[in-house]
């Protein structure tokens, strides 16, 4: 049953995005302390580090197993990204809760509802990643800063896309693998966006949505040159069972990606859900994983 539950969050939040608007949604009644200083709210792990890289201190930050940055040492925690504790957070009284549109409309609107002001970033790619750096540059007055942060991705991006270039196109199947359920990435996905980059080729041609089920049966038949896997909640236990199913399931094995040891299993800290500044150390990866650098 905790896996069924986990699993309907998860599910759950990719259905909900296609809803959302890619743009940010602000409310705009934001007032300063009486000392002028803003108090900040982050309400997941990708935010927080964004705002840490512009220099804004936050209040509050999400409960995580994930590292937050030193600067957060101190901040009071708001709950979960998924579900977090509106009375912690107005307890805090922010000027300002930032977080990721990804849940839908119905997490933006309860803020709204609970006079808390808040904005609003979508994280879904690259792009959004570059899109949000700029307008919370903006919003906290640290322009410089974010110039300087979104020069050192787009050289990075550029860095990666010119070492793929003239190489062939490794065809690629990328699985979403979480405690009870497996699904493919497309190229719409976060992890597809950056497969494109370094010139990987997302082997199922699919823009329709972020995260498809699949039939093993008819994944046989495409047989990739290699399979990408990222895990999600309760990690090591999800690599686990899916090496398991890998290892013992005929349609599986007749994978040549699967029967020839070609599955790697990104690390998650930089392959997740979400875009996030890890991507420049992650484009390296991804780069050196897809093209067999360094084998």
Request: proline content about 3%; hydrophobic content about 40%.
């Amino acid at each position: 049953m905790k896996y069924k539950n986990i699993m309907s969050l998860i599910i759950s939040g990719i259905m909900i995005f296609s809803l959302v608007s890619c743009g940010k949604k602000e409310n705009s009644n934001v007032l300063l302390e009486s000392n002028g200083e803003e108090v900040v709210v982050a309400t997941s792990v990708a935010v927080t580090e964004i705002l840490d890289a512009l220099g804004v201190k936050v209040s509050g930050v999400p409960k995580t197993s994930y590292e937050l940055p030193e600067s957060t040492e101190g901040a009071t925690e708001v709950g979960a990204p998924m579900n977090p504790d509106l009375e912690i957070i107005k307890s805090l009284n922010p000027t300002v809760v930032v977080s990721v549109d990804t849940l839908g409309v119905d997490y933006i609107e309860l803020f709204t509802q609970n006079n808390i002001p808040s904005e609003f970033v979508s994280l879904e790619s690259l792009e959004g990643l570059k899109e949000a750096v700029t307008t919370l540059g903006e919003r906290f007055n640290k322009t410089e800063e974010a110039t300087s942060l979104l020069s050192e991705i787009e050289n990075k991006e550029k860095e990666v896309s010119d070492k793929a270039k003239g190489l062939e196109g490794k065809e690629i199947l990328i699985l979403f693998a979480a405690p009870g359920s497996t699904m493919i990435a497309t190229s719409k996905s976060y992890i597809g966006n950056l497969l494109e980059l370094v010139g990987g080729k997302n082997i199922i041609e699919d823009d329709s949505t972020s995260f498809v089920t699949y039939n093993k049966e008819d994944l046989a038949m495409l047989n990739p040159d290699k399979i990408l896997v990222m895990v999600h909640a309760l990690p090591d236990e999800t690599k686990a069972a899916l090496e398991k199913e890998m290892a013992t399931d005929s349609a599986w094995q007749r994978i040549n990606a699967v029967k020839e040891g070609k599955v790697v299993y990104l690390d998650n800290t930089y392959f997740g859900m979400s875009a996030n500044l890890k991507v420049i150390e992650g484009l390296d990866m991804l780069s050196d994983i897809v093209h067999n650098y360094g084998e």
